[in-house]
């Protein structure tokens, strides 16, 4: 079992919708979550980071956290063609390294 | 400069040779991180250093690899005898601490071929 799972997609969201990516993790003990956002060709970008359950929100993106379950998901409202990228969901087994482990990610487009 | 930076950032090789990547992070960072992402693939681990040191060698994926960091600040990854299944982006991140993962910064990568 992989230790962060995300569906590869693609997901495919029109304009103005809200598109919703979900993670599972396996270790119980994880620590900090995130999400990151790549582009094609380029490097991952931080765009959400989620530390207690419940729903974080910053703009039209929402973190939701469920430790529970061992679940994070986003929501990207009124989805725009430049949020087509790669949506990688990243966690941190302790606080100590702060090493990222990352599912294979997501990606999404969105169609005008 | 202002981010992390890498070099070279396209390296093709010949199977069995050995490439050297090379990594700044952010001033002041204490922490740095190499990760693998291989065509597809999210990112792979690889190795963190906190200082010069490096307590966590454990996503090395064979001998042929190895990393170093001086003065707190370069950090250079070695892959000996490179195969082709090395083929990949190597990225570099940094950051303040390594408690701190969300100040965790990534440069733009190397991405190697090995023919």
């Known amino acids: 079992q992989k230790e962060v799972e995300q569906n590869s997609g693609p997901l495919s969201v029109p304009e103005g919708a809200i598109a919703s990516l979900n993670c599972t993790y396996s270790?119980?003990?994880?620590?900090?979550f995130f999400w990151y956002r790549q582009y094609s060709g380029k490097s991952p970008e931080l765009i959400m980071s989620?530390?207690?359950?419940g729903d974080k929100e910053d703009g039209r993106f929402t973190a939701q956290l469920n430790k529970a379950s061992q679940y994070v998901s986003l929501l990207i409202r009124d989805s725009q063609p430049s949020d087509s990228a790669t949506y990688l969901c990243a966690v941190t087994p302790d606080t100590v390294e702060g090493k990222l482990i990352f599912g294979q990610g997501t990606t999404l487009q969105v169609k005008p | 400069g202002a981010g992390v930076s890498q070099s070279p950032s396209n390296k093709v090789t010949e199977k069995g040779k050995d490439v050297e990547l090379r990594c700044d992070p952010i001033?002041?960072?204490?922490?740095l991180y190499w990760y693998r992402q291989s065509l597809g693939q999210g990112l792979e681990f690889l190795i963190y250093f906190q200082g010069n040191s490096a307590p966590d060698k454990s996503g090395l994926p064979s001998d042929r690899f190895s990393a170093e960091r001086t003065g707190g600040s370069v950090s250079t990854l070695t892959i000996q005898r490179t195969q082709q299944e090395d083929s990949a982006v190597y990225l570099c991140?940094?950051?303040?601490?390594?408690?701190?993962?969300?100040?965790?910064?990534f440069g733009p990568g190397t991405r190697l071929t090995v023919l």
């Open positions: 001033s002041g960072h204490t922490a």
């Open positions: 991140a940094s950051s303040l601490v390594p408690q701190l993962p969300d100040t965790q910064y």
């Open positions: 989620i530390y207690s359950n």
């Open positions: 270790d119980r003990g994880s620590q900090s």
